[in-house]
């Protein structure tokens, strides 16, 4: 009985910090409007599948860029698809991939951060070097062998940009450490016998969770603009799916005349990516963590 | 009477001065092209990874299409055969020469021509130029070519763009130097960045308009259209015509619309499941509505084809209807053992601009049919070595040729660049027989048989045949509004 109520306590706070944390974030200016652009977005693309007024691969020369108008919101493209429609499922296109590889990311990247911080020594030293001469590769040219050899589905994507993006991370993850792993619980917890495993999950964990969400958040917005600019390439994900970056290079010939195919996949784009920027800086201000002085490495 | 003669010397040298200056070649024409071959690009014409956008302007060959494609003298100044067209005998100019300066005579014919014969070299013009058995040096101005067969056609074959004439003895040079006796000469030749021609002031139709040719690598399309946009470069002409608008409008630039034999399409290996039924190809084949995608992709500017390769103006070509027809398709993949239909990947690259609008739309319209196709995006650079005859299904373009030629070249069993490993005895005699038969009707009849037989059987899905639309700087003056192949380059000036 007492262990329960230990524990509806604990989720109570839980619930309670993070319910302060929004509201830290939204009592700022740029935070709110973060919240509210990545909010929309989410939005649309949770219920996109619902509401778009056109079939997104419906081809036609009859509606060969049509002008903005009350049938066609944004217009049509050079081959008569709606605009309109492959705005909104390209946000759920773009949202769905970079979600799951930032997840993957900060999954891998901070996992082995934190472990090669904790276990230092030759481990840590291999390790970090394999990361530098990683990160020394150009991630577009690597992400174009692999796709080149993989294919550009979704499964091929969402791992290939977690992993290309966890590289950052596990820096952040290992210095965050060595910044905990000096400090008495970390020395008891030592002391009383307890695995590696276990100071990592009990310990450390909850002291580095934090820096590792802001640079993930921050990392999320890379991998947006990283992601479109694969598509751009003709890299991404495959035709018909809408996906704003291939919209922008399907579109960018015609946009002195048909700037209406150009414009609405820019403008998701950006938006979204200023709105996670702000949300990630609103997010780390309210954890108390400065990125001005501890900018990601 | 001695101030009279000096202002008459005065005027005499100023009118030889601005006569001079007025015919001098100046000022550089830009163009680019697309290192479709990567690492193979070189200036060997017979061979694969030629760059056309240099050999073809400084190398000359012995016939030429005029702007009606009809073969007109260029080295050669006439020719005649015997009475069955087994025996052909072509008079060349006098006095002309190489760039290297050596005299260009008959035995640089039989060298130019017998070289894209051998096998060792496996030029993809072999094929159509097996007909050749043998070529006799008459004398220095004269060389006497012995046929397998009659070959009425014979001088048609000599136009194609790749047959051109080189220094005897020069081929293992060739790829680099570029030599001929064209109206451009290889200065520099570097296939990814800037290759530069120099006038060549001893044309035999007279010095070149501009002083420089400077022949550009520029991989993707759209960078190709900036580049033009920007005045990087003088010329494209690949301009998708959805975009012909940037440029209607625009007074710094010249809109050429030109009707050619020049094709795209979607291949389909015949010797690669389940390509390898001929019901799943022609399935594939029904499925595709061409007047969509001409509409779609050209707006509107190409002329329909129904499988075949013979350009739409060319005698020998097989006029028929193909509307799409999904039933048909459907039975056909019924009986073929794919009830359920079929998947397969297309891999279009931007080195052919509408390539990718293409794969999109063939993607919708056969859905209809129950062929699912997956389109995965593949680098420009080197596309036709590492896609192309290499996986199920590519996307092709091919330029203008004559219906023996194009036929030979992309269809016969034997042929190097036969795409689709398209293999049909009855395609093959029938190519065999058009070539041997004197008379007119039963040649064309016989062309067109091999033509139907595509389109019962072949793995190559042909929509249409584009016009181009050339967008040219408004510098550029004198540029022929014909094919590339047929454009006399030495008239070109730039302002």
Redo the contacts between chains.
Sequence with gaps: MENNLITEDKQKNKLEKAFEILKTMASKPSGLIGLTIVLFHVVLALISPYIVPYDY???S?NT??LAPSAEHWFGTD???RDVFTRTILGGRTALTVTFFGSLIALLWGGLLGIFCGLVGGKIDDVVMRVVDAFLSIPWILAM?LIV?LL??STEVLIPALGFFYGKGIVRVARAATHDVIAKDFIVSARARGHSNMSIIWNEIIPNVRDAILVEGAMRWSWMLLGFSSLSFL??GV???TPDWGLMI??A???M??AYWSVIAPIVGLSSLIIGINLTADAFAKALGIDRSTKAPV | MKYILKVFSATFMSLILSFSIANASSGVFKVSHDLGFGKDTNLDAITKGRLFQVVIKTQNRLVRPDMNGVPSPSLSTDWSANSDATEWTFNLRKGIYFHDGSAFDAPDVKYSLMRAKDPDIGSPVRKSLNVVEDIEVVDQHTVKMKLSTSFADFPLLLTDYRLRMIPEGSGDTIGQTGVGTGPFMVDKFDPEGTTILKANPEYWEGAPGVAEVHVIAIPDAQARIQALLTGQIDMNRYVPFNQKKIFDSNSKFTTTVIPTGNWRGVVMRTDTAPFDNPKVRKAFRLAVDRQELVDLVMGGAATVSCDTPVMPSDQYRLQMDCPQNISKAKNLLREAGFPNGIELTVYPATLEPTWPTIAEVVQQQVAKAGIKVNIEMVPSKGYWNEVWMKKPVSMTRWNQRPADTILHEAYHSGAKWNESYFKNADFDKNLADARSELDFNKRKKAYQNAQMTLWEQSGTMIPYHVSRLVVTSSKVKNLDAVDHFSIQWHKVKVD
């Design positions: 691969k419906a081809i020369p060969m860029l050079s081959l008569g174009l080149s294919g550009t003709g890299f495959s035709p018909p290079s399907n960018r010939g015609l002195s005349f």
